[in-house]
């Protein structure tokens, strides 16, 4: 405000004095007026960039206001969380506790089920030992033994068994029949199926209608091999033909054919006959 007084001022007197002041002073006078006013216009920027700073500032200040408040949100959600936390921890040790001895139980279930593989692993390589340690090489190229579940099977090719189309046991089959037989008459209490299976080629044997009756006469036959020449219970023994529709493999070729010919003797033990064969186990020759 001085400033600009001074300004009207200077041009009131400039006005008064220009026709008695002398033209050196006046101009003089001019400049002095010149420069005043550049100093106004100095100041009233100066004034402007104030005006602007001051509403810069405002709007930091609102901003930091805002994340202060944002802030002390976060902290009490926090704190919060913290007291709900410290409240259940009584709980939460309970919980804990339970889980432990939740897992300690199914480790104890999953120990017992391997313990309990291992032994039906062990109890199945016994009894398949049993049945094949007194089978020579060549024998038990025609002889597949497994065991599953407690229950063996043995399959014999129909090759070492009979002729083609024929259900009468061969002399060269008697050896190894009575093999199986002396193991089967090891273990008393065992129940035996003798079951035949057949190929799907169709029979042509004026006796014999189809496969179901060639696979069942074959059963039979050994059944009665058996029990007539080496002395089985029948009671025991139970003889069934399953024909064409129980095969190993897809017949479409001439091995697939071979294999699906084939009896199986399936040797079913007590329980405690079953367990009692780990006790048994023969030695192991290799050693």
């Not at 920027?45 to 930091?64: D, V």
């Not at 709980?91 to 939740?102: F, R």
């Not at 037989?181 to 029979?203: F, M, Q, R, W």
Request: glycine share 4%; charged share 25%; hydrophobic share 35%.
């Amino acid at each position: 405000m001085k400033a600009k007084h001074l300004l009207i001022a200077a041009a009131g007197l400039s006005l008064a004095m220009a026709s008695c002041v002398p033209a050196k002073k006046y101009a003089a006078l001019e400049n002095d007026y010149k420069s005043l006013q550049g100093e106004y216009m100095t100041s009233q920027n100066g004034l402007a960039e104030c005006n602007a700073n001051t509403k810069s500032l405002q709007f930091l200040l609102s901003e930091s206001k805002k994340q202060n408040d944002e802030l002390k949100a976060a902290y009490q959600s926090i704190k919060n969380s913290l007291d709900q936390s410290l409240e259940s921890s009584a709980q939460g040790s309970v919980n804990i506790s339970k889980l432990v001895d939740e897992i300690n139980a199914s480790n104890k279930y999953i120990k017992q089920l391997v313990d309990a593989k291992s032994k039906s692993d062990s109890l199945n390589m016994v009894l398949t030992n049993n049945l094949t340690r007194s089978l020579s090489r060549d024998e038990l190229k025609d002889i597949d033994v497994k065991v599953l579940k407690g229950v063996v099977y043995v399959s014999l090719s129909d090759n070492m068994l009979f002729k083609s189309g024929s259900y009468e046991v061969s002399d060269a089959a008697m050896e190894t029949l009575g093999k199986i037989a002396k193991i089967i008459k090891d273990y008393s209490d065992y129940d035996v199926l003798v079951e035949g299976n057949t190929d799907n080629v169709p029979i042509s044997k004026t006796n014999i209608r189809n496969n179901w009756d060639l696979s069942a006469l074959r059963a039979s036959s050994v059944v009665q091999v058996l029990q007539n020449k080496f002395g089985i219970n029948p009671a025991r023994l139970t003889a069934g033909g399953r024909g064409e529709f129980n095969p190993l493999t897809d017949n479409s070729t001439a091995d697939g054919k071979s294999r699906n010919r084939r009896t199986e003797i399936i040797i079913t033990p007590k329980l405690d006959e079953f367990l009692d064969l780990i006790d048994k186990a023969p030695e192991d020759s290799s050693k």
